[in-house]
């Protein structure tokens, strides 16, 4: 991937704090939505960690699996211990005629809008019990049908927002309006070739633009492929190399095998029980890839701070400084940074002690143009004066 189009995927999303980033999980109705969004709500975290933070009933934070952070925690069994998270809100099932108000219409739309990325969650699985609003499978028609409805809402609001900009520089001259209003017109002449907004690379000035208007075609997409647990079990379908070559064809993100049937059974099962199942069928949950995925689709790390009396990931924006990592901590390491002492998760594992990290020359003092890479084991030192 080019380094422009890095910083598109970067800034698109560069709307609020990387705490607050957020999954929003989206396809038609009956092709595994909510079975996707319960099971992530039997993993929610408990809210105690994060006072600050209200979960609807919508919504569920659940754990990022880290084995790393697995590993910090075994050996420095701390009084508490907080794992990075993924916010996930479930999403109406979306139906064809949508974006004229169909079904829920704009109400869904207006949610879709509020995350900063999509699962898309698409169904391959047959069930004769489970009627599919199309009349049959078809998951290639069944993305397309998601994607039009997006693009359609996304050209109903730039074409609003172009008539609006225009009638008011009929009355005044303001050319950061006019800057936006060339910028609108580029992106409703995309969306009308039938593009995706997040598919075409754009100058920084640009996004600035796309960043206020939270189109929904901007947003990182992972899919999310529903199978049936023989399938699934196999690793195969004939409507995997279909949904593959739709995927490249429309940028190439992630697609992820998931079976909901299988991880719905497996969460009513012990821990022994699970593993029995998984090891006699050579199989094992999807949900893990499905949540590390999504994360790392809104571009999200973490920066461990570790001892005996508490392990915890922070989580930040990949390409976050030194400086500006601190500050998820508290405000005031950022304001008063100085410097942040930098060890690497595999030397510490390796090592065993920081006196031995630091003795081997590979406990490093970085400075406020540092870029923390996701699995840094930091502690800050600042100074804040009266």
Same mark, same amino acid.
Request: proline share 4%; hydrophobic share 40%.
């Given at each position: 991937?080019?380094?422009?189009?890095?910083?598109v995927?970067?800034?698109? *999303?560069?709307g609020?704090?990387?705490?607050?980033?957020?999954? $929003?999980?989206?396809?038609?109705?009956?092709?595994?939505?909510?079975?996707?969004?319960? *099971?992530?709500t039997?993993?929610?975290?408990?809210?105690?960690?994060? &006072?600050?933070?209200?979960?609807?009933?919508?919504? !569920?934070?659940?754990?990022?699996?880290?084995?790393?952070?697995?590993?910090?925690v075994?050996?420095?069994?701390?009084?508490?211990?907080?794992?990075?998270?993924?916010?996930?809100?479930?999403?109406?099932? *979306?139906?064809?005629?949508?974006s004229?108000?169909?079904?829920l $219409?704009?109400?869904?739309?207006?949610?879709?809008? !509020? @995350?900063?990325?999509?699962?898309?969650?698409?169904?391959?699985?047959?069930? !004769? #019990?489970v009627?599919?609003?199309?009349?049959?499978?078809?998951?290639?028609? #069944?993305?397309?049908?998601?994607?039009?409805?997006?693009?359609?809402k996304?050209?109903?609001?730039?074409?609003?927002?172009?008539? =609006?900009?225009?009638?008011?520089?009929?009355h005044?001259?303001?050319?950061?309006?006019?800057?936006?209003?060339e910028?609108?017109r580029?992106?409703?002449?995309?969306?009308?070739?039938?593009?995706?907004?997040?598919?075409v690379?754009?100058?920084?000035?640009?996004?600035?633009?796309?960043?206020?208007?939270?189109? +929904?075609?901007?947003?990182?997409?992972?899919?999310?492929?529903?199978?049936?647990?023989?399938?699934?079990?196999?690793?195969?379908?004939?409507? +995997?190399?279909?949904?593959k070559?739709?995927?490249?064809?429309?940028?190439?993100?992630?697609?992820?095998?998931?079976?909901g049937?299988?991880?719905?059974k497996?969460?009513?099962?012990?821990?022994?029980?699970?593993?029995?199942?998984?090891?006699?069928?050579?199989?094992?949950?999807?949900? &893990?890839?499905?949540?590390?995925?999504?994360?790392?689709?809104?571009?999200?790390?973490?920066f461990?701070?570790?001892?005996?009396?508490?392990?915890?990931?922070w989580?930040i924006?990949?390409?976050?400084?030194?400086? =500006?990592?601190? $500050?998820?901590?508290?405000?005031?390491?950022?304001?008063?940074?100085?410097c !942040?002492?930098?060890m690497?998760?595999?030397?510490?594992?390796?090592?065993?002690?920081?006196?031995?990290?630091k003795?081997?020359?590979? +406990?490093?003092?970085?400075?406020?143009?540092?870029? @923390?890479? #996701?699995? #840094?084991i930091?502690?800050?030192?600042?100074?804040?004066?009266?």
């Open positions: 991937m080019s380094k422009k189009k890095e910083e995927k970067e800034r698109v *999303i560069l609020r704090p990387s705490n607050n980033l957020r999954m $929003g999980i989206v396809g038609l109705p009956n092709v595994g939505k909510s079975t996707l969004f319960n *099971i992530l039997r993993l929610n975290v408990p809210a105690e960690n994060y &006072p600050f933070c209200t979960i609807e009933p919508n919504e !569920a934070r659940v754990v990022v699996p880290d084995e790393r952070y697995d590993w910090l075994d050996f420095h069994k701390p009084a508490s211990k907080v794992p990075a998270v993924l916010m996930c809100t479930d999403i109406a099932g *979306i139906i064809r005629g949508a004229k108000g169909e079904g $219409g704009n109400a869904f739309l207006s949610h879709i809008r !509020a @995350v900063d990325g999509i699962f898309h969650v698409i169904r391959i699985f047959e069930d !004769a #019990d009627t599919h609003v199309e009349g049959g499978v078809d998951p290639v028609r #069944d993305l397309q049908v998601i994607v039009d409805e997006l693009i359609l996304d050209i109903e609001v730039a074409d609003g927002l172009v008539e =609006q900009l225009d009638r008011h520089l009929k005044v001259k303001d050319k950061i309006k006019q800057f936006e209003l910028v609108l580029k992106v409703a002449e995309v969306l009308k070739a039938n593009k995706q907004l997040r598919l690379e754009w100058k920084a000035n640009e996004i600035e633009v796309l960043n206020q208007h939270q189109f +929904l075609t901007a947003k990182p997409t992972v899919y999310i492929v529903n199978m049936s647990e023989p399938d699934y079990k196999k690793k195969g379908s004939k409507w +995997l190399p279909k949904i070559q739709w995927v490249d064809a429309n940028g190439g993100e992630s697609m992820v095998p998931f079976c049937s299988l991880d719905s497996l969460l009513e099962m012990s821990e022994e029980d699970i593993k029995k199942y998984c090891e006699e069928n050579k199989i094992q949950s999807g949900v &893990p890839k499905v949540i590390k995925t999504g994360y790392h689709a809104l571009e999200l790390v973490h461990f701070t570790c001892g005996s009396d508490e392990v915890k990931c989580t924006r990949k390409g976050t400084k030194a400086p =500006q990592a601190a $500050g998820v901590i508290h405000t005031d390491f950022e304001r008063g940074f100085i !942040a002492e930098v690497k998760f595999e030397d510490f594992k390796e090592l065993k002690s920081e006196a031995s990290v003795a081997a020359g590979k +406990l490093k003092q970085e400075g406020k143009n540092y870029t @923390v890479i #996701d699995g #840094d930091i502690f800050f030192k600042f100074n804040v004066s009266k």
